[in-house]
């Protein structure tokens, strides 16, 4: 019997056509890397990432052009991503608001409550934030502002205590001014990234102390960033 090559031998057990690709050096399906980031997309949704209402630059000097490109186009995306390939099976959720979400979180099935608190958090919190912010920063105006002045005594008081409760938040979280369903103002802290339409209350202004929003610049030196966030707080 004549002896069989090693060539010829894995032809007649395996095919000739997965034989071809073993002695190609394909051995294993190979993707282009068009395929492979499209098997690693995260699935459309609901939910988009918002522009930013001005130029990355815009801050400047208060908060550089690095910052801002990161916190945006990546931190800010990946909440609205995660939240997207998060309700991917639910239909009926991807068709409630980010206040219907959070507003209702017992609605959301247990096993995914955490992940949309936190994503759905995260994704209305900065789109608030962006949109009040501005250099140079502004004082409020008309009636918001006499009702600063009579629940914090002065607007400067006001800075004080959204100061005070941004450097008394342990580890990341936010500083929120918002008012409450009885109508009154109220500065209060809140963990991680949760938001104050948790508890039916509306936010106005937030001040983000996780480190990804402020680390370039300031690195550790948080009461700098936060000192900068009440100067530029667009009204």
């Known amino acids: 019997m004549t002896n069989l090559s090693r060539r010829s031998l894995l032809k007649l057990l395996l095919g000739s056509t997965f034989a071809s690709r073993i002695f190609a050096g394909s051995t294993f399906a190979q993707t282009s890397p068009a395929q492979n980031k499209a098997s690693n997309a995260v699935p459309s949704g609901p939910f988009t990432l918002p522009p930013l209402p001005y130029p990355p630059s815009a801050l400047e000097p208060f908060i550089d052009v690095e910052t ?29 608001s980010l206040e219907e979400l959070l507003g209702n979180l017992d609605a959301v099935p ?39 002045d009579e629940a914090f005594g002065s607007y400067e008081k006001w800075k004080e205590q959204m100061t005070k409760t941004a450097m008394g938040i342990f580890g990341s979280g936010w500083a929120w001014f918002g008012r409450g369903k009885d109508g009154k103002l109220f500065i ?44 530029i707080t667009g009204w």
């Open 110 to 148: 247990a096993d995914i409550r955490t992940t949309v608190r936190n994503n759905a958090g995260g994704h209305s919190n900065h789109s608030i934030l962006w949109k009040t912010l501005s250099n140079p920063g502004k004082k409020p105006e008309g009636k918001l502002a006499k009702e600063i």
């Open 188 to 231: 209060e802290p809140f963990p991680n990234q949760d938001s104050p339409l948790l508890t039916g209350r509306t936010p106005i202004y937030g001040i983000d102390v996780w480190e990804h929003s402020y680390y370039l610049k300031h690195q550790n030196r948080r009461a700098d960033y936060v000192k900068t966030c009440v100067e």
């Open 68 to 96: 801002m490109t990161l916190h945006h186009d990546k931190h800010h995306a990946a909440y609205v991503n995660n939240l997207n390939k998060t309700l991917a099976p639910y239909t009926d959720l991807q068709k409630k």
